[in-house]
Structure formats: C-alpha cells, structure tokens
C-alpha cells in the first residue's frame, strides 16, 4: 500500500509539474499558436504522461589521434573536436563558473527550477521578447543530447527548435534524468556536451583551444571566459567576438561575486584584465602533419580496411568520431632522415617538376617506419604540393605506380639461386638478345622474334657474366638470358611471393622483359620485397598501425603475417651478391659503413630512376621521377638540388637519398653482418672473376670507373616497336 502511495504521490508531482510548466512555458516562450487550438491543460497532462521518460546516454564523438612509435602526436581527426574527461579533471571553479551563470540553483532544485522560470516570465515580458531562459542544467543537458542523437538533419533541427511541444519532452525527460543520476553526473556530462564555440566541443577540447591548458588547470578569468561562452557561442566566441567576449566574462564574475563564490575584490582584479587567450589550434586531418603521406596512408587503411567497419560511412564514423588513439610503426628520427635526404637531393619546389618518394621498413616486421615525399600535401597545381601518395598502392594513396626498372632483377637472381645455380655459373650475354623461348605462368608463349634486343648504355654485352658479375653490372641481355634459363613463370613466382603486385592492384605482367622491370609498382612494395631478403626470406606484408584504443578498450589491428617466402640460405646469397654492388657494381661509392646490400634501376627512356637497399636492421626503397608521366617528363637535362644531369641513372640521385637516409636512421644502431651463404653456390668459385685475364682486367678497370650506374642504362623496351610492347609501357600512358 506504501509504495502505490507512493508511486501515486510522485505521479501526481510530476502531473502538477507538467501543469505548471505547459502554462508557464506557453507564456514565456509567447508561442500559444504552436499548440493546437483547444488543447486544455488535460489534454497537455495527457500529453506529457505518454511522453518517454528515459534518455539514452549518447556516445559523444570525441577526437581520434593518430600517434609515432614514440607517443608523439602525428595528426587528429574528429568530427567535433572534443575529449571527454571525468569531472574529476575539471578545475573546481569551472565547474563553479558554469553553474553559477546557467544554473545557480542546480544543486538544490529537481528537473524544473519554478524561481528561474517565473524571474524568465517576468524578464521576457518586460522585454517583450525573449532575453532570459529558464532551463535548468538537466534540460540543457537533454536538448544537446537529443541533437546529439539525431541521426537526420530534420531529426538534429526538430532537437533544437524553440517550440513548447519540445520543451516539455524535454522537461519529461529531465524528470527521469534526475532519478537515475546524481547531480555531479549529470553536470560531468553537461560539461562534456556544451559546445563552446570556435569548433571547440565540451571543457577539455575548449580549455585547449583557447587557452593551451587542460579542463583541470583552469583559472579563475579562463573558466568565467568559457562559462560565457555556453549561452551563445556564435555571440559570445571570445575569438571572434573578443569585445563581447569579454563583457560576457565580466558578467559571469558579477554572478559568482553575487552568490559569494568569489569575493567583489578578486571580480574587480580579473575584470581588469585583457581575456589573454591562447588560441591553440587543433587542426583536422593529415595537411599539417609532420608525416602527411604516412598519415594519409593510415587512415586511408582505416577507411578501406572491413576491419574497422562494414561499410565506408561506419569507418568513417569510427575514425572522426570514436575517439580512438592509434599508435603506428613511424619513428620520428627516421621519418626525418627520410625527409631531409629527399628535400636536399631533389628540393620540392625545384623547376624541372621532378618528385621523390621513400619508404623504410624494418625487415622481419613489416613495420614501416618512415615514408616520406620530397612534396607537401596539398593543391597539385601548385610547385611543390602534391595530393597523390606516391610511396605507396593506389588504393592507399591514389598512384598508379612506376616501372621499377633493373631493381626488378633481384627477382631473377633469386630464383637462380633458389634452382640450385651458383655464383660462379656463367652465361653469354649477347650485344643483342632476342625474346624467344619464354612462356608465361599459363604456358602461352610470349616474346618477339622479329625484335633485337641490345644493353643500351652498360656497353657490356659480347661476353660471359657470372651470376655475380651480372648483378654487380646490371647487364640486361645477362638477365635476359638468365630468365629464359630459370623460366619466366619462375621469376614471377619468385617476385609475388616476396609481394610484388602491380599498384593498381593487379598481377604483374609476363613478359621478357619482367626482368628489366616494365611493371608498375610502389617504393612501399618494393621495400618490403628487399626487407624480405634483408630477414633471410622472411616477407611480412607491409603494416602502419601497431595499436588501436577506443572508449572501451583495444580494437583488433591488421597483422603483418609473416611467412617465409624463400629458404634462408637463397636469401643470404642474395644479399651476398648484392653487398658487391655497392662496394664494387654500379652503386659503387654509397657503402654505408657497415654491411648493407641492394640494387639500382634505371628505367627505360629515363623515365624515372629508383635504388632499393638494405641492412640486416632496415630496408628502403627511393623512386625519383615526374609526377605528370616519365615519358613525356624523362629525367634528361634536369637540375636537381645541387647539381644538373644529361641523365640521371639510379646510381645518381635514388642512391645518394637512400645512403644519406640510412647513415642518419641508423645513428647509434649498432652494426650487423648478414649470414654467409651456403657453401654450395661456392662450388664454381665465388663468381668475382670475368671469363679470362683480358676480360677481368676490362671488369676490374669499369668497376672502378667514377660512373658505374651508367652500365645501368635505359631498358630494351626502347628499341621495341611500341605496339609490340606492354600496354603499360606505351608512350602515352606515362608512368
């Protein structure tokens, strides 16, 4: 019987509130019209009980930041810049402030506050219009909540329109709000709500932004400033409005001297002085990012990834909304050898409109630790900007990839390796080779008789190589031939188990000239191949993010799924061949100091030039080229950086960046020596040696020669008709 007592007693109140507030509201508000004619004060009541009385908590949208390998701050993304904090962190004379000037009974009424209602009647009508409202902190709080939830712009307008149906969902929903939390709640969550102008949501997003402290350390002029601003941030926006922003602070120090939360001395004392803001400007994306492609590229994993959400709008929803922290594989100090290597060799802003693009990854990891481009993000209109990622896959960056030109070759030389041949197995390679006798993974056969094939500008055919001396050299009949040796199909086999797909997403091509590197990739595929051979053939598909945090807890990542691609002792030979070109090939006078190994390209025509390179502890590949086609923008009579080139050859430019970028990552690193190589392809010798004296005295002189890369030359496509040619490689569709 008590308890229907009771229930009915506290049905009857809010009846009796209902009552009130649909009379008192209807003439403060001064909107009769939009109640509809004959509605009584029963009808209002009957009204009211059938109104829900239950409030869903809405999840916030709060910032996401993503974060390098060392905690540092990369970029953020939000949808409504704000940080949700408990008010426990918020400065106790903010939360005085706030109160003080919205609310100043909040801790002492119920849902309707019947004092601020009635001094708002009287306000409003001395005025005759609305100056003076009468919500209570509750109501407020569920007006910003139900626009919050509204998942329609008719359904956020209808949240925030000033009719009297509204106020009393409103006023019901106030009621149950006050039942179910306590007063602290319901203010931590006000505070964590209220928009406080310039972008700025909730206290801790808004103490930063206007002041550069957090929610905790505010004063007393910062927390009267913000506590201003919450009644009208358009109007009262101390940035903007600075003059009535002020005025508005002085108001909010008036309030609390009168209800003695501050004494008339300490009002006067901080009225007296200017609102000194600090604008901290917190900016949305990756623009201004210290690693804007890298940025890019993570988020653009976010977006793509059905990880992170089954469709494009809940990824999105996620990224500008969840309040993630996403921690990445970037480490600073390497991103920023990355950085001023490309900058100095091939400045952004230089005349001839060339670009640059690295990445770094760590071998056995896949982690990548820097990407960089020698451009800014931005217009690509403008010298200097550039909006496409050229470091990486067209569906992480919007490239459609370059030919990889004699960096292609590696693929060949393992799959040698891999078939049992040694160092010192020697093959003719011929001042002019014709692409017969291949066939494709599907066993068509694939090449044209009618075409001679020659070196271009090695100046190194008519002879013998051994599989040493032709990798050292970068002969192309060498290669040639030495694909025709171990099947085409092998070579491919070899380069997509390490893998290398085209960038458009697409299988790479067959054709004889596979070897040479008429595909079109990305310096991020192609460093994790090289990272490969740099971990004794352990491939790991290349991975930003090492962790995601949300409200809740951790999010599952992508993983980079090692494997072992090839047999630890094929890769060791490769790196062994490849340790040759930098101290005695084509990149000779780039050593690093310590063990390191890789391969120059140069691709056909001069349209670009690239170097791939590694150590047992890091692995990088650099690509320099024209963003607006190679073709017809080849890298003839350039200028870049300090010196000009007739040509440039990947010995000239890629390797330079590459040895400039890992003498300053591997700073304080400590040396490691890659594994020897199985004693078996030792059995024909070690491979050093040319065909006789003659011949070796010929080699020996050349490897000392000030420009090895030259024997690196333009590919053969160049003296194939274009029709016989890839479509890829044809003239007009650039790189």
Not at 42 to 69: C, G, R, W
Not at 385 to 390: A, E, I, M, R, Y
Not at 408 to 430: H, I, Q, S
Not at 616 to 634: F, I, M
Request: hydrophobic letters at 40%.
């Amino acid at each position: 019987m008590g308890t229907d007592t009771g229930r009915r007693s506290a049905r009857l109140k809010d009846l009796v509130i209902a009552a009130v507030a649909a009379g008192v509201l209807s003439a403060c508000l001064a909107l009769p019209v939009l109640l509809p004619t004959g509605l009584g004060m029963k009808a209002a009541n009957h009204a009211f009980e059938t109104l829900p009385d239950s409030l869903a908590t809405p999840v916030l949208p709060q910032s996401s930041v993503i974060l390098a390998a060392d905690g540092s701050k990369l970029a953020t993304f939000y949808y409504e810049n704000r940080v949700e904090v408990p008010l426990s962190r918020v400065a106790p004379v903010m939360r005085q402030a706030i109160v003080a000037i919205e609310d100043s009974r909040f801790y002492q009424h119920g849902a309707l506050d019947a004092k601020s209602i009635l001094r708002a009647l009287i306000a409003n009508l001395s005025a005759g219009t609305v100056v003076e409202g009468g919500s209570t902190l509750s109501q407020q709080y569920v007006k910003n909540a139900l626009a919050e939830t509204a998942t329609t712009t008719a359904a956020r307008q209808d949240a925030l329109e000033p009719t009297a149906v509204r106020k009393l969902r409103e006023l019901r929903l106030a009621i149950g709000l006050e039942k179910h939390l306590t007063k602290d709640q319901i203010l931590e969550r006000y505070l964590n709500i209220a928009y406080f102008g310039d972008g700025a949501y909730g206290v801790e997003a808004a103490a930063r932004h206007y002041f550069g402290v957090h929610a905790a350390d505010l004063s007393l002029a910062q927390a009267a400033t913000l506590a201003g601003v919450v009644r009208a941030p358009q109007t009262y926006d101390p940035n903007l409005h600075p003059v009535r922003g002020r005025k508005r602070r002085d108001t909010v120090l008036d309030r609390m001297a009168e209800l003695k939360i501050i004494t008339p001395a300490q009002a006067a004392e901080v009225k007296a002085r200017p609102l000194e803001l600090r604008i901290t400007a917190t900016p949305n994306g990756c623009v201004e990012s210290s690693a804007p492609f890298f940025c890019d590229y993570v988020q653009r994993e976010l977006l793509a990834n059905r990880a992170f959400g089954r469709t494009a709008q809940e990824r999105r929803f996620l990224l500008q909304r969840g309040g993630l922290r996403i921690s990445t594989s970037l480490e600073p100090r390497m991103q920023k050898a990355a950085q001023h290597a490309l900058n100095h060799f091939v400045p952004p802003d230089n005349k001839s409109g060339k670009a640059a693009a690295e990445v770094l990854i760590r071998p056995g990891t896949g982690e990548i630790t820097a990407m960089a481009l020698d451009r800014r993000m931005g217009d690509s209109t403008k010298r200097g900007t550039l909006w496409v990622n050229l470091a990486v896959d067209s569906d992480h960056g919007s490239s459609l990839g370059m030919q990889a030109g004699s960096t292609f070759k590696v693929f060949t030389l393992a799959a040698a390796l891999e078939k049992g041949m040694a160092f010192g197995d020697r093959l003719d390679a011929p001042k002019s080779f014709t692409p017969t006798g291949f066939r494709n993974c599907d066993g068509d056969r694939v090449g044209d008789p009618s075409v001679s094939l020659g070196n271009a500008g090695d100046g190194e055919g008519g002879k013998q190589f051994t599989l040493v001396t032709g990798t050292w050299h970068s002969v192309n009949t060498f290669f040639l031939e030495l694909e025709r040796k171990v099947g085409l199909c092998a070579t491919y086999k070899m380069a997509t188990r390490l893998g290398m797909r085209r960038a458009t997403g697409q299988k790479l091509e067959q054709y004889p000239s596979f070897t040479l590197g008429f595909n079109t990739v990305s310096p991020l595929r192609l460093a994790a191949a090289y990272a490969a051979f740099a971990a004794r053939g352990r491939y790991c598909r290349p991975i930003a993010i090492t962790s995601i945090t949300g409200p809740t807890g951790p999010l599952p990542v992508p993983r980079a799924k090692c494997h072992q691609a090839i047999d630890e002792g094929v890769a060791d030979a490769v790196s062994h061949v490849l340790r040759g070109v930098l101290t005695k090939g084509t990149a000779k006078g780039n050593e690093l100091g310590r063990p390191a190994a890789g391969k120059t390209g140069t691709v056909d025509n001069f349209s670009a030039a690239w170097f791939a390179g590694y150590t047992p502890d890091l692995a990088s590949a650099v690509w320099v080229g024209d963003p607006r086609g190679g073709y017809k923008h080849p890298l003839r009579d350039v200028c870049l950086g300090e010196a000009c080139y007739a040509q440039v050859y990947g010995a000239d430019v890629p390797a330079p960046i590459w040895r400039a970028t890992m003498e300053a990552a591997l700073k304080g690193v400590p040396a490691h020596d890659f594994e020897s190589p199985p004693g078996e392809y030792f059995r024909a010798g070690d491979g050093e040696k040319e065909d006789d004296d003659k011949d070796k005295d010929k080699a020996k002189d050349k490897a000392e020669g000030a420009d090895q890369e030259r024997r690196d030359g333009p590919e053969p496509n160049s003296h194939l008709p274009w029709f016989f040619r890839p479509p890829s490689t044809w003239p007009w569709k650039g790189d």
